[in-house]
Antibody, heavy 117, light 107 residues
Framework: EVQLVESGGGLVQPGRSLKLSCAAS????????MAWVRQAPKKGLEWVAT????????YYPDSVKGRFTISRDNAKSSLYLQMNSLKSEDTATYYC??????????WGQGVMVTVSS | DIQMTQSPASLSASLEEIVTITCQAS??????LAWYQQKPGKSPQLLIY???SLADGVPSRFSGSRSGTQYSLKISRLQVEDPGIYYC?????????FGGGTKLELK
């Protein structure tokens, strides 16, 4: 059974940093692109980052480019999201997701990040 | 960026009723479209991929179709477990973008 479990969320002040983790199990992690998707409170879904199987290629929307960094450790079947220079508009539930070509087939339960002073 | 305009934003339907939700892409995205269902407090669940292919374990009352750049999700006979928010996703080009969502409620 595919499982994705996020951790590392919490309350952080504007301008500070936070690192999210996602522990994957139930599949061969190194064979799949992985991604982060977020959802602001009572809002829709927004793609945040994607990483290739080896980690050599990463993709971001303009809203987080230069501030967020996605990475992975295939030996640990783990995905990460380093978030720097956080803004109030980054407040959201962050989901780890497995990428299947052009869509996300499995999602974690999500982790809440609140950016507030 | 490719815009995905989803409609309606909300709808209320009765049990056994046919429900249709649409997403209009701002440009050609081929069949690079997926549909998701999200229930309160839960993560999104994949329903349809490739515009028309049913994901594993999804009931056959769900179906997807395409007409040009308009994509539709149809629930053939609404069941009590179907209310939630439905989203489309285009994966044709980055940034991948979601529709704004359709909130489906039982009448």
């Amino acid at each position: 059974e595919v499982q994705l479990v996020e951790s590392g969320g919490g309350l952080v002040q504007p301008g500070r940093s936070l690192k999210l983790s996602c522990a994957a199990s139930g599949f061969t992690f190194s064979n799949y692109y992985m991604a982060w998707v977020r959802q602001a409170p009572k809002k829709g879904l927004e793609w945040v980052a994607t990483i290739s199987t080896s980690g050599s290629r990463t993709y971001y929307p303009d809203s987080v480019k230069g501030r967020f960094t996605i990475s992975r450790d295939n030996a640990k079947s783990s995905l990460y999201l380093q978030m720097n220079s956080l803004k109030s508009e980054d407040t959201a539930t962050y989901y780890c997701a497995r990428v299947m070509a052009y869509y996300f087939d499995y999602w974690g339960q999500g982790v809440m990040v609140t950016v507030s002073s | 960026d490719i815009q995905m305009t989803q409609s309606p934003a909300s709808l209320s339907a009765s049990l056994e009723e046919i429900v249709t939700i649409t997403c209009q892409a701002s440009q050609d995205i081929g069949n690079w479209l997926a549909w998701y269902q999200q229930k309160p407090g839960k993560s999104p669940q994949l329903l349809i991929y490739g515009a028309t292919s049913l994901a594993d374990g999804v009931p056959s009352r769900f179906s997807g179709s395409r007409s040009g750049t308009q994509y539709s999700l149809k629930i053939s006979r609404l069941q009590v477990e179907d209310p939630g928010i439905y989203y489309c996703l285009q994966g044709y080009s980055a940034p991948w973008t979601f529709g704004g969502g359709t909130k489906l409620e039982l009448k």
